[in-house]
């Protein structure tokens, strides 16, 4: 049998989806068990083990499928992009109620009652998702009891019309290696946040994007328009001028805009390489 993408397909020896059988060799094949993320960024590892380095993190609200849990980790498949991974099984719940509106933000705090003065005792990053119970004035509480701004959260089928101006909401933020929040970022995550919340359907990592996401154009062409997403070996930005790139970058440790010329002038220099996809939306 071929090899499938051990990220977006969960099988091991032992064990697998059960919507795999026939194309991988397991000893066992579930069909697992829905769950959703209550912690407000879960790091996602590629084995059980808390120093390996995270792959990705899924927000709070993010519904996932756990196959396996043993020794305090859940072998899990995120239902939003097909990631698959290691959480820690204390950071997931199975009667958590669906979400109802997703955080619009790029971070709000959560306050034990509808008063700005109390003492924020935790806060969400922009894409994660609530189910609201109550509201009060400008105020929503959602499940858990806790409550936030109201004007900081979105339905969920809500779409922004526009990926750049979503990008350039996380200018600054810092880069973080398989980050997913405004704590931490990166390259392609910033591309996912902006392209999901336009509708737009994203997969996480910058391969997968550039195989999936839009269509290709010429780079010889020199029609580079606003919006378009620039690759080269293992990263990805997106252009918000036709002379001008914003990509979260292990090089600045931040997400900044570069113009075309520099960009290229450093991934000659410091990567011996050049400018290899351009894909539109």
Known sequence: MSALDRRLNAYRPDLAARSLEGRVDAARFVDGEPAHVVAPVLPVRPAPEADRPRDTEFLFGEAVTVYDTADGWSWVQSDRDGYVGYVDAAALSYSQPAPTHKISAIRTHLYPAPELKRFAVSALPHGASVHVVDTNGRWSQIADGQWLY?????????????????AERFLETPYLWGGRSSEGMDCSALIQFALTACGIPCPRDSDMQEKQVGHP????????????????PGHVGILCEPDRILHCNATDMSTRVWTLTDLRAHIRRVEGTELRTLRRL
Do not use: C, Q, Y
């Open 150 to 166: 109201s004007a900081h959260l979105a339905p969920l089928d809500h779409r922004e019309s526009d990926p750049v101006n979503v």
């Open 217 to 232: 154009v010429d780079l010889d062409s020199g029609d580079f328009r606003r919006g378009d997403l620039a690759f080269w």
